[in-house]
């Protein structure tokens, strides 16, 4: 089982940059696929960006593609989503998941696929 601790949301304009963490709990962070995901107010939630075990593997939503980078540092059990060019449509409670695989390439795209959640961070993009 890991825990799950996302951080680094907050207020930012139009064009700015933020980058969320998310934290992992137990020794065997490697042994998980993690994604991004998000939900605003009154939708559903969506699929953001993914990440391989080994990190090798990445995928991200139409949407965020050229704006976001999802990246990962095993040794410190950590997953970033690096995000610049920000739009008021990225406004958001933004989430981090994580489910094991026995493949280190794999990557998970859909959001009933994860097993493990953080409680997510908001992110507010002012126009």
């Known amino acids: 089982q890991v825990q799950l601790v996302e951080s680094g949301g907050g207020l930012v304009q139009a064009g700015g940059s933020l980058r969320l963490s998310c934290a992992a709990s137990?020794?065997?962070?490697?042994?998980?696929?993690m994604g991004w995901l998000r939900q605003a107010p009154g939708k559903e939630r969506e699929f953001v960006a993914a990440?391989?075990?080994?990190?090798?593997?990445?995928y991200y939503a139409d949407s965020v593609k050229g704006r976001f980078t999802i990246s990962r540092d095993n040794a410190k059990n950590t997953v970033y989503l690096q995000m610049n060019g920000l739009k008021p449509e990225d406004t958001a409670v933004y989430y981090c998941?994580?489910?094991?695989?026995?493949?280190?390439?794999?990557?998970?795209?859909?959001?009933?696929?994860?097993?493990?959640w953080g409680q997510g961070t908001q992110v507010t993009v002012s126009s």
């Open positions: 998941a994580a489910e094991m695989t026995s493949s280190m390439l794999v990557l998970i795209i859909t959001s009933n696929e994860y097993d493990y």
């Open positions: 990440i391989s075990r080994s990190g090798g593997n990445t």
């Open positions: 137990g020794r065997t962070f490697s042994s998980y696929a």
